[in-house]
């Protein structure tokens, strides 16, 4: 979701970060890390459960709203509590990405590249 997120806001910096830092830990593929930038809810890479958070990612970004349909496939997978965190993470990544962009950071040295194609 944070990956998601920050490529949704074009902060290649945040983004890069949390590749390099964690996309190994959490086993994340060549091709999952591609999706978070160029992929949508649809693309084979993900799981059902994940297919809702990128929705949930995409839907709160273009929207800053939820779908009563995504909400209630969110409902049935997740808590209001786990709903309510993830909405919040999605907010506080939009936030780092914000302050990011706007100051634009450059890369740092041990940051993954942004997948431009």
Not at 48 to 65: F, K, N, P, T
Request: proline share 3%; charged share 20%; aromatic share 10%.
């Amino acid at each position: 979701m944070i990956d998601r997120t920050c490529a949704r806001c074009g902060c290649t910096y945040e983004w890069g970060v949390h590749v390099a830092l964690f996309a190994q830990r959490v086993a994340l593929t060549q091709e999952q890390l591609r999706a978070t930038a160029h992929g949508d809810a649809n693309d084979p890479v993900w799981s059902d459960e994940e297919r809702l958070l990128i929705r949930m990612v995409d839907e709160l970004h273009d929207s800053a709203g939820l779908t009563d349909e995504l909400w209630d496939a969110l409902a049935a997978a997740f808590s209001v509590e786990q709903i309510l965190e993830l909405i919040a993470l999605v907010g506080f990544y939009h936030t780092v990405s914000f302050f990011a962009n706007g100051l634009r950071l450059p890369a740092e040295a041990r940051s993954a590249p942004f997948p431009w194609a």
